[in-house]
């Protein structure tokens, strides 16, 4: 019995021996995998999310309350989809109806560029799924062409093209000292840049400096890109939400057309809804052949875009009512987040500071690029659990009256000279 006993539970131990060594095997094949380092920007927002103090200060956009918002024309489309519309599968290149919309808001209603059918067109996965889009079709069709982005730029942009195996340069185009536009250094980088190069630029309310060209040295620029025979990249995130009007936002993308073709551009209605992207000034049979391509890429990476934002955004871009209404309520929040930015400089020159911060009214968007050093970005989280990423970059969307005072002080005492 007892040679029986150990061999019942000899046989017990057996499976459990045999299932652990696959799990060894799978371990020692992972081994070397290091833990990721914290994204810059998403880091920041898991701190805060941590962080149990009351008087923690990130960067999301709130309403004057600190609230969350959801718009009222978001409401409404989304109360007209529910249980009524169809959910299915929308195609590669995404919503036609969105599409269309879309560029008529990025390009204008009555662009040549729309009516002739020269702009190849599809609905990409946000932002970042947009960019990835136009590195990974650079990468297959000009793969002994590089990119040329912005110094600072939104982080995100150096690990997309470099995914994208395409070789990166940078351009000159903040000046910290002034804490606006280096404008002569970027000219010259473009002027000095191999003729035919890609340059990715910001729409409007540069990320992160909150720092934008004027509208003479947008043309400028664009006389110089058509010299050059340079090939620019837009990332237009913020149309309407930095200066309130979707049309002074879009003039940038609207004046190279007019002067020179062709351009690419990632149009971004992500702050409610979804994303676009376009590339315009090409000959009807060409722009089929490219976005054929496009969604040729988009296949194996994502296969379909969402369904819901673009349902989202059909509706209120072909409502004329609710397109008003989504007008008036993207000024209010460009509106307000100008506000902050008044209040905010105020405050601190009522609080005595030495310093000047002009530049935070004379930047745009979102965000603040104040100039502050990773040290003193340290001490504003670890003493007055205040976020932001550690290059000095404040989100304004998240600073309300309620908020504005505080804020001030904890960076007049974080800069103030010792």
Not at 31 to 55: C, M, N, R, W, Y
């Amino acid at each position: 019995m007892a040679a029986l006993s150990r061999t019942v539970s000899s046989l017990s131990r057996r499976p459990q021996l045999q299932g652990l060594q696959p799990a060894r095997q799978m371990s020692s094949l992972f081994g070397h995998v290091e833990p990721a380092p914290k994204d810059p920007i998403l880091g920041v927002t898991e701190a805060f999310l941590a962080d149990q103090s009351p008087d923690k200060v990130n960067g999301a956009y709130r309403d004057d309350n600190g609230k969350p918002l959801v718009l009222q024309c978001v409401r409404e489309a989304e109360r007209r989809i529910a249980g009524n519309l169809n959910m299915e599968y929308l195609p590669m290149g995404g919503s036609i109806t969105m599409i269309e919309q879309s560029l008529k808001l990025a390009y204008g209603e009555d662009s040549e560029f729309i009516k002739d059918k020269k702009i190849a067109a599809v609905q990409a996965l946000s932002g970042t799924g947009a960019c990835r889009l136009f590195a990974d079709f650079q990468k297959r069709f000009l793969p002994d062409s590089q990119i040329y982005i912005p110094t600072p730029t939104w982080s995100n942009h150096h690990n997309i093209w470099r995914d994208a195996n395409v070789p990166q340069n940078k351009f000159t185009y903040y000046h910290p000292e002034s804490r606006g536009l280096d404008f002569s250094g970027l000219m010259s980088d473009i002027k000095n840049a191999p003729d035919g190069s890609f340059f990715m630029l910001h729409a409007c309310a540069h990320n992160p400096t909150g720092v934008d060209p004027t509208e003479e040295q947008w043309r400028e620029i664009s006389h110089l890109f058509k010299v050059k025979k340079h090939f620019p990249f837009f990332d237009m995130a913020y149309q309407g939400f930095a200066s309130g009007d979707p049309e002074r936002d879009a003039k940038a993308i609207r004046n190279f057309p007019r002067r020179w073709t062709p351009n690419w551009v990632c149009s971004v209605i992500r702050k409610e809804h979804g994303t676009l992207r376009t590339e315009s000034g090409m000959p009807e049979k060409q722009a089929v052949a490219v976005k054929s391509q496009l969604q040729q890429l988009a296949r194996p990476m994502y296969s379909n875009p969402p369904v819901h934002g673009a349902l989202v955004v059909s509706i209120i871009l072909n409502d004329p009512e609710l397109k008003s209404l989504w007008l008036q309520e993207v000024k209010g929040m460009a509106d307000r987040i100008i506000g902050m930015r008044t209040a905010l400089k105020e405050n601190l020159e009522k609080l005595g500071s030495p310093l000047s911060w002009e530049h935070i009214t004379n930047q745009i968007g979102m965000f603040c690029y104040s100039g502050m050093t990773p040290e003193q970005v340290d001490r504003l989280t670890n003493e007055f659990h205040i976020y932001m990423t550690r290059n000095g970059r404040i989100s304004m969307a998240g600073v309300t009256s309620g908020n504005v005072g505080y804020l001030a002080n904890a960076i007049h005492e974080v800069t103030k000279p010792k």
